[in-house]
């Protein structure tokens, strides 16, 4: 924050604070009554009211332990906040100053840097493989020390709960003691204390509400109105597997998710469990902080290993097994259609049994398409082919499931793995605006021409009369795992990311014609960025055996085995593209809280950090905060006169003058300032 | 510690130097009260503030001379450019904190005093006041407020 903006908002605090103090110091009777001012006791009886001061300062010293109650309540909850925010940041680096994860990202981003440089030096090629397995140690050294806070958490949790329901048996029994003694006259003062002291305990824990009964007795009651000790203490459970906080005499399956029980040690703890929709889509930093930062790593993770070339992302957050129909809204006789490059659409309808799972299983048979639930919860739906179109021809099925309709592009450039992965032919003719592709120079209608896929099935394309080139992309884009675009300069290109390329003329030469213009050699056409012998020719990160590729994640991404282990070395022909891939600033990543969009890879691990640590420092701030508050309600309250009302009255009206005076001279710096930066401008 | 500084020290000094003085007895002035913050006393909290905004009207003259006078901020020296850049970011923090504390004494008397208010008009009033009405007449219609505040503390 700028100097001035600092300024500026300390200046629209203080007005704010100076109109609320105004009206509190109007309310008190007589405070501006002259008559009553020259006095020199500090505090009268009024002469003709003969009202009992005594009874007004025991009220207010109520009040003000009510406050402190509160107000110890909501310190514990964020000093729980805080401590966890420490434990993350240490976990990342933040504390220290220092970021490994970040440090080696960009690590990784150097690596392949020098490895152009000298792409032949065996030490360039170790260096990258080397800076990869530190970034993924290290991604895999946060996962593992999250999971240690979880498990930390989880513990401090049941023991909460543990002193919680102690403590609400002791303060059950000092209220039938203290009831006793009113009612047979004997003193009730310590035992009171006593039961303060628990009330003070069970606020650490949770937030309660406090009514004082006429036989002595406190109502204790959550926010919500749960009775927590009448007519018998109750019994909170925290139940692991569901991770729900439940309560002896109340039907909720979880207090924590019903708002019902609120702030303590107990609610923050609770809130980090949270793995429903608001929790872990909420940028709200309180809710599942660890989920949210496995999910981003997760995501983080997944865009390294992603190969596809363009991505559409909902944000409506989904589960497998979810119905879409009484789930999420959608309606019976929805349709969704989906077109790869400008080809045939395909349309899948929504009916009353369509689960989550179902729609992602129709996804995933249309040719060149795939989808995912993606770290967030968000359905993902991604191309290989050149572009996609995602629509609605019936109802708003992906309108609701939070998808911006229309066409999606290719990446430009691509991602990392789609750079080291790619392998092509390119043209070298004009095809722009060709109407009939057997109008050029050596294609004839009937010719045809083989291509394969990492060794799968062998698709013939033919060349029929009449055929425009955006036929013919149509009909390669419709070919699993192919890709095909015209070039900027209008050049054909076909390409695959899914492992060998194999592509040979079959009926008459069309693919090497001078019409298509594609290189051969020997007769062969010549495959662009292929792998030469001994070299690993798709997945510089692979995920680790039993896993597909869209569920790439933290735990399971590796460096590719055969790389490591020295059997294979890295692709030269992708070096120069991976580089161009690792800078470019087309990355992005949405859910959990953060998005993030149009940065390159290590920017993206910045951005997720630097979230952190504005969240660490904010809840530091509100803990420090609170507590300084909580600290001068004790003190007040410590005092055996409890409060003095002429100086509390007086003490607002001088820190009232002082926020007035703080004002003014801000104001007057702010003045300085700005002649100062006129000056050197 | 008087870090009272007069209308008269900052004139004897040259005008940039002034300036840097200004603004670093103003930071005494605040990381003074910050200190005092941290428990609330009335008595010293009182003079302070008293001193707070004596000092501040000081200021102000000095900085509409500043305004009025180009010269002043045009013929800084590098050096005291430095001076005042490295002066401007410790006033940023502690003018930040002094913020804060300020804010959270406010929060914790608006607590006690809101109390102190609820509970005074809640509170019964006693016997009726007699008094005179604009008409000459005795009236004993008015009830005294039970409680009052000293405003002589």
Same mark, same amino acid.
């Given at each position: ?48 009211? =003969? ?26 909850? $964020? ?35 020098? !490895? ?79 039961? *303060? ?6 606020? #650490?824990?949770? #937030? ?33 597997? $569901? ?58 993770? !997944? ?30 006789? *929805? ?188 007769? $062969? ?45 890295? #692709? ?42 504005? #969240? ?25 006169? =409890?409060? *003095? ?37 | 510690?008087?870090?009272?500084? %007069? ?29 005092? @913050? ?7 909290? +009182? ?7 004596? @000092? ?11 305004? &009025? ?7 800084? %020296?590098?050096?005291?450019? %430095? ?10 923090? &502690? ?19 809101? /109390?102190?208010?609820?509970? +005074? ?17 005795? /009236? ?7 409680? +009052?505040?000293? /405003? %002589?503390?």
């Amino acid at each position: 924050m700028s100097l001035f903006s600092a300024l500026n908002t300390a200046m629209s605090s203080i007005t704010a604070l100076n109109t609320t103090t105004r009206v509190i110091s109007d309310n008190i009777s007589n405070a501006n009554n002259e008559n009553y001012n020259a006095r020199k006791t500090k505090l009268n009886n009024n002469i003709h009211g =003969g009202v009992n001061v005594a009874n007004i300062l025991r009220k207010v010293n109520d009040g003000i332990f009510k406050d402190l109650a509160n107000s110890i309540s909501s310190t514990e909850s $964020n000093k729980v906040m805080d401590s966890i925010y420490r434990r993350i940041e240490q976990l990342i680096g933040t504390s220290r100053g220092k970021t490994p994860l970040i440090k080696k990202m960009n690590a990784l981003n150097l690596a392949w840097k020098s !490895f152009e440089a000298t792409p032949s030096s065996g030490a360039s090629e170790k260096g990258v493989i080397q800076a990869a397995v530190n970034l993924t140690k290290e991604i895999q050294r946060i996962s593992n020390g999250l999971d240690q806070i979880y498990g930390d958490l989880e513990k401090n949790i049941i023991d909460s709960v543990a002193t919680l329901n102690k403590s609400l048996n002791k303060f059950h029994k000092l209220n039938i003691q203290i009831t006793n003694n009113a009612a047979t006259n004997l003193p009730t003062a310590n035992l009171e204390n006593l039961r *303060d002291e628990q009330i003070k305990i069970i606020s #650490k824990l949770i #937030k309660v509400k406090q009514i004082k009964n006429n036989d002595g007795s406190v109502y204790l009651h959550t926010t919500t109105g749960l009775s927590l000790a009448s007519p018998n203490p109750a019994i909170f459970k925290w139940d692991s597997a $569901n991770k729900a906080l439940t309560k002896s005499g109340s039907g909720s399956l979880d207090l924590i998710a019903d708002n019902s029980v609120t702030m303590g040690r107990i609610s923050s703890y609770a809130q980090l469990f949270r793995i429903d929709s608001k929790a872990t889509t909420d940028p709200d930093g309180r809710l599942a902080p660890i989920q949210k930062m496995r999910n981003k790593l997760d995501e983080f993770t !997944f865009i390294l290993m992603d190969d596809s070339v363009a991505r559409a992302t909902g944000s409506k957050f989904l589960k497998p097994g979810d119905n879409l129909v009484t789930d999420h809204g959608l309606t019976i006789g *929805d349709i969704i259609s989906i077109t790869v490059a400008g080809g045939a659409t395909t349309a899948i309808t929504i009916d009353a049994t369509t689960k989550v799972s179902d729609l992602l299983t129709s996804i995933n048979a249309i040719t060149n398409i795939s989808a995912r639930i993606d770290s967030h919860g968000n359905l993902q739906i991604l191309t290989s082919g050149e572009n996609m179109t995602i629509g609605e021809t019936n109802g708003t099925p992906l309108t609701k499931l939070g998808f911006s309709i229309g066409k999606y592009d290719a990446d430009k450039p691509p991602g990392f793995s789609y750079a080291y992965n790619e392998e092509h032919v390119a043209g070298n003719a004009d095809l722009r605006g060709v109407s009939d592709l057997t109008t050029l120079a050596g294609v004839t209608a009937g010719d045809t021409f083989d291509i394969s896929v990492a060794g799968g099935a062998t698709t013939t394309v033919t060349i029929n009369a009449g055929d425009s080139i955006d036929d013919l992309l149509i009909k390669l884009n419709n070919i699993e795992g192919v890709r095909a675009k015209l070039d900027n300069n209008g050049f054909l290109n076909i390409s695959t990311v899914k492992g060998k390329l194999n592509i040979t003329n079959n009926t008459n030469t069309p693919l090497s014609s001078t019409g298509l213009g594609i290189a051969a050699v020997s007769g $062969n056409i010549s495959i662009i960025n292929k792998a030469k012998p001994g070299e690993q020719n798709r997945g510089f990160f692979q995920v680790k055996n039993g896993t597909v590729n869209n569920n790439a994640s933290r735990l399971n991404i590796q460096v590719n085995k055969e790389i490591l282990n020295g059997k294979k070395h890295i #692709k030269d022909s992708s070096i120069s593209k991976v580089v161009v891939a690792m800078s470019s600033s087309n990355r992005s990543i949405s859910g959990s809280g953060i998005t993030v969009t149009n940065r390159n890879y290590t920017s993206i691990i910045s951005s997720i950090v630097v979230d952190l640590t504005k #969240k660490s420092e904010n809840f530091g701030k509100i803990f420090a905060q609170e507590k300084a508050i909580k600290d001068m309600l004790y003190k007040r309250l410590r005092n055996e006169t =409890g409060v *003095d009302i002429d100086e509390e009255v007086a003490l607002l009206s001088v820190i009232q003058n002082s926020y007035s005076a703080s004002a003014r001279v801000i104001e007057t710096i702010n003045k300085m300032f700005d002649a100062l930066s006129a000056a050197t401008r | 510690m008087n870090n009272n500084i %007069t209308n008269k020290d900052i004139s004897n000094k040259s005008k940039p130097q002034s300036l840097i003085s200004l603004l670093s007895s103003l930071i005494a002035l605040l990381e003074r009260e910050n200190k005092l @913050l941290d428990a609330p006393d009335i008595a010293q909290i +009182t003079t302070l503030v008293e001193e707070k905004q004596n @000092l501040f009207f000081e200021y102000e003259k000095q900085v509409a001379m500043l305004g &009025i006078d180009n010269r002043i901020v045009n013929n800084l %020296t590098n050096e005291a450019k %430095t001076e005042l850049k490295k002066l401007s970011e410790k006033f940023d923090k &502690i003018s930040d904190e002094n913020e804060t504390k300020l804010r959270i004494a406010l929060r914790a008397s608006n607590m006690v005093v809101t /109390h102190i208010a609820k509970e +005074t008009e809640k509170a019964p009033g006693g016997s009726y006041i007699n008094s005179y009405g604009n008409d000459g007449n005795s /009236h004993n219609k008015r009830k005294a407020r039970p409680i +009052t505040v000293n /405003h %002589t503390l």
